[in-house]
């Protein structure tokens, strides 16, 4: 079975700095999606950002990219200029053709003032 | 507001009750799911419905009974709950299943099983 794994259960960063989460993941195929989500206390869970395994360019979304090295199925997130709104709970996810979204545990984010 | 609306949003239960959690999507997907939030450990994903039918149920328990009426609507039964069980439970939709595409989630119900 794919299993995800956050290694970071928490991180700290310094609002306008630049953090990394970490993700990696087990798989035998060659086709799927990576997403990254975040969810604030609201709780509801919010895309940030996908990445199409044949893709060899990584994803960005304004402030956030992804380090997508497939050889080493690793998949971090890379928040640039760092916002007081962006302390959240972050999931890595990976979605196939014949496996539905199975997540990491996640990784706490608090953003200092 | 992201088209899937789940209520109630706090559940506390005794472990005899039964209860009920439900889900509702506007979005016009067909595939629902429900997936399990504990502290520390990854998302279960617990159930999978495509057009209303069950497609994926990954060795849940049976004091979990899943029911989908129509497309729109999913719905969550317990009953005779264990403390383990307390968690958020996330309803999410999507266009399909077997897809590339993203999910969208409610907002969830936290539960506290006493």
């Known amino acids: 079975a794919q299993t995800v794994t956050q290694s970071q259960p928490e991180m700290s960063v310094q609002e306008a700095e630049t953090v990394t989460l970490s993700c990696t993941y087990d798989t035998s195929e060659s086709d799927y999606y990576l997403f990254w989500y975040k969810q604030p206390p609201s709780r509801q869970m919010i895309l940030v950002i996908r990445q199409e395994a044949y893709k060899q360019q990584n994803a960005t979304e304004n402030r956030f990219s992804v380090n997508f090295q497939k050889a080493a199925k690793s998949f971090s997130l890379k928040i640039s200029d760092s916002q007081l709104g962006d302390a959240a709970m972050y999931f890595c996810a990976y979605r196939s053709w014949l496996n539905d979204m199975r997540f990491g545990a996640g990784t706490r984010l608090t953003v200092k003032p | 507001e992201t088209g899937v609306t789940q209520t109630p949003r706090h559940l506390v239960m005794g472990m005899t009750n039964k209860k009920s959690l439900k889900c509702e999507q506007h979005l016009g997907h067909n595939a629902m799911y429900w997936y399990k939030q504990s502290a520390k450990k990854p998302l279960e994903l617990m159930f999978v419905?495509?057009?209303?039918?069950?497609?994926e149920n990954n060795s849940v328990p049976s004091r979990f009974s899943p029911e989908c009426p129509n497309s729109s609507h999913l719905f969550l039964h317990l009953h005779t709950l264990q403390p383990e069980d307390s968690a958020l439970y996330l309803c999410a939709s999507s266009p399909r299943t077997s897809t590339n595409e993203k999910l969208f989630f409610g907002s969830g119900t936290q539960l506290s099983v006493l």
């Open positions: 419905y495509s057009l209303e039918e069950r497609v």
